[in-house]
């Protein structure tokens, strides 16, 4: 059953383009990941501090192993997070 994720991200003035950045750098090292089903970085056609992700991955452990790689402690944990003036997530399941 897939475990499915939308996130939102907002960067703080200023950030947007690094924000963007470490985005296009995590999606195709996420997309390698066995686990993964999609990967999808957007950013608002409105707003560009506002970016919106959709994460698929094949079960909750292919996502936590996501977490756990190098480069997602690196560039989201390391990199992005401090530059975000918000990052929430909603998870749901495949029907």
């Known amino acids: 059953m897939g475990y499915v994720l939308a996130v939102t991200w907002r960067a703080k003035p200023g950030q947007e383009e690094r924000v963007a950045e470490i985005l296009r750098t995590m999606v195709p090292l996420t997309r390698q990941e066995p686990g993964c089903v999609h ?36 560039w989201v944990l390391g990199e992005a997070v401090p530059i975000l003036e918000s990052r929430d997530r909603l998870v749901y399941r495949s029907l």
């Open 39 to 74: 990967y999808y970085a957007h950013v608002a056609t409105d707003d560009p501090r506002r970016f919106f992700l959709f994460e698929e991955y094949r079960d909750e452990a292919a996502f936590e192993a996501h977490c756990e790689a190098d480069y997602f402690k690196k």
